[in-house]
């Protein structure tokens, strides 16, 4: 029967990211919070693109996507999807024409600039061709009716869906627990919690399921970036199930292990809290980290609020992943200008 690593190297995939990313400590925001030893897995540096946590993932989809010889990719999201930008950046490496969705009217009152700067002007820089789609809360129905569109066309798309998160891209992040886990130990490093941005889910997904496959006992802590952290926690769990069946791991499986933690995402998703602007100013100051106020700045507020509340002890490890998104800063002048203006 074939191993976890063996059912992971059976399934195609390219080679876009830069890895492994570094695993650096946090020193000077751990001696400020007064808390565990804090480290981030630095995945907003996987190259492509300007980086973050999708290259991963599309390692996986775009290898299929190649071999069932398509013609261009569809994929979409928000004005300041960092999916979109990564997607986008990778076809135009491959040489496939990308189509986005871009869905208007989530982002509830955005800046002046909003929809003109940050990812969207990188979608454009890459080429990828723009298609306005109204939000109507159903993230996957349009990019498969546009999948649609060009097929009757005589096109080949290959549809890759919402934050490329399913069992699929998954395997990203199921890799990637891998490469921290031997990061870890060739540093004498042992974690007891990893903490990261959860909004599609498939990042965490990938996480839980390889921890289960190899029994590992470290917790994985998904941050609610959406302001719904049920359905967030939902979706983890069902592709969580499916990655841990890739990997031939299904009765390690539980649904338990879990944790997506509310309180951090602001009134709605796109729209930064005051934990998301402070945790944006600390990082900056404290450790020359760049932060969104989307997801990587509410995800650093998470792990700032359960050090202060102490859900960790002062002998753990925790792992932060940086899954990227700077771009999306500058579509936020305002309030990156509050935050320099008042480091709190």
Same mark, same amino acid.
Not at 66 to 76: E, I, W, Y
Not at 145 to 172: I, K, M
């Given at each position: 029967m074939p191993t976890v690593a063996e059912r992971l190297d059976a399934v195609p995939r390219l080679r876009l990211a830069h890895l492994p990313t570094p695993l650096e400590d946090m020193p000077r925001l751990s001696a400020y919070l007064g808390g565990p030893r804090l480290l981030v897995k630095r995945d907003d540096c996987t190259g492509l693109g300007l980086g973050g946590n999708k290259v991963r993932k599309l390692e996986y989809h775009l290898a299929v996507a190649?071999?069932? !010889?398509?013609?261009?990719? =569809?994929?979409?999201g928000v004005v300041q999807s960092n999916t979109a930008r990564q997607v986008a950046a990778a076809c135009a490496r491959l040489g496939l024409e990308c189509h986005l969705g871009v869905l !208007?009217?989530?982002?509830?009152?955005?800046?002046p600039g909003h929809d003109a700067t940050g990812n969207i002007l990188l979608d454009r820089l890459f080429g990828a061709v723009i298609h306005e789609i109204p939000w109507d809360g159903d993230r996957d129905r349009c990019l498969r %009716?546009?999948?649609?569109?060009?097929?009757?066309?005589? !096109?080949?798309?290959?549809?890759?869906?919402?934050?490329?998160?399913?069992?699929?891209?998954?395997?990203?992040? /199921?890799? &990637?627990?891998?490469?921290?886990?031997?990061?870890? %130990?060739?540093?004498?490093?042992?974690?007891?919690? #990893?903490?990261?941005?959860?909004?599609?889910?498939?990042t965490q997904a990938g996480i839980l399921a390889m921890l289960a496959a190899l029994a590992r006992g470290v917790r994985c802590i998904g941050i609610d970036v959406d302001a719904d952290?049920?359905? =967030?926690?939902?979706?983890?769990?069902? #592709?969580?199930?499916?990655?841990?069946? &890739?990997?031939?791991?299904?009765?390690?499986?539980?649904?338990?292990?879990?944790? =997506? &933690?509310a309180g951090y995402a602001g009134t709605a998703y796109g729209s930064p809290a005051a934990g998301t602007? %402070?945790? #944006?100013?600390?990082?900056?100051?404290? %450790?020359?980290?760049?932060?969104?106020?989307?997801?990587?700045?509410? /995800? &650093?507020?998470g792990l700032i609020g359960l050090v202060r509340a102490g859900r960790f002890t002062r002998d753990d490890a925790v792992v932060w992943i940086h899954t990227g998104g700077a771009p999306a800063l500058f579509a936020y002048p305002a309030a990156m200008t509050a935050v320099s203006t008042h480091p709190g």
């Open positions: 190649l071999a069932d !010889r398509a013609d261009c990719v =569809v994929c979409g !208007r009217g989530r982002v509830r009152d955005p800046e %009716e546009l999948a649609v569109q060009l097929r009757v066309a005589g !096109r080949r798309p290959y549809l890759v869906p919402y934050g490329a998160s399913d069992a699929l891209g998954a395997l990203g992040y /199921a890799r &990637m627990a891998v490469e921290l886990l031997g990061q870890c %130990e060739a540093t004498g490093v042992a974690p007891t919690s #990893i903490v990261h941005a959860s909004g599609s889910g498939g952290a049920r359905r =967030v926690a939902a979706d983890v769990s069902r #592709i969580g199930r499916d990655v841990a069946q &890739m990997l031939g791991a299904q009765q390690a499986w539980s649904d338990a292990v879990v944790e =997506v &933690m602007l %402070e945790a #944006i100013g600390l990082a900056a100051r404290l %450790e020359g980290l760049v932060l969104d106020p989307v997801y990587s700045g509410k /995800a &650093m507020a």
